[in-house]
């Protein structure tokens, strides 16, 4: 069974930084492209950032967090990493990280969420 678990979360002012991680089990982690999506209050998804599979570490990222977020992956460990900074009130929101099946050319498999809140 696949398993994504996000850590990393919290309260931090505007400004701050935090690192998430994902720690996944149940698949063969380095075949995979990953991504990282958040939900704000009252809000929709929003993808956030992507990161390719095969070695090749490809990333992308919103246009609203370029800069400002790098997301990496470790794939001795089977974990993902979003490091943030200079964050804003506006990048308070659930984070969820979520495995592509690029067979389906869809998200099968998501984590629980760690929340991130900007404020002072």
């Known amino acids: 069974e696949v398993y994504l678990v996000e850590s990393g979360g919290g309260l931090v002012q505007p400004g701050g930084s935090l690192r998430l991680s994902c720690s996944t089990s149940?698949?063969?982690?380095?075949?995979?492209?990953m991504s990282w999506v958040r939900q704000a209050p009252g809000k929709g998804l929003e993808w956030v950032s992507g990161?390719?599979?095969?070695?090749?570490?490809?990333?992308s990222y919103a246009d609203s967090v370029k800069g400002r977020f790098t997301f990496s992956r470790d794939n001795a460990k089977n974990t993902i990493y979003l490091e943030m900074v200079s964050l804003k009130p506006e990048d308070t929101a659930v984070y969820y990280c979520?495995?592509?099946?690029?067979?389906?050319?869809?998200?099968?498999?998501w984590g629980q969420g760690t929340q991130v809140t900007v404020s002072s």
């Open positions: 149940g698949f063969t982690f380095s075949l995979y492209a």
């Open positions: 979520a495995k592509w099946d690029h067979s389906y050319s869809d998200y099968d498999s």
């Open positions: 990161i390719s599979s095969g070695g090749g570490d490809r990333t």
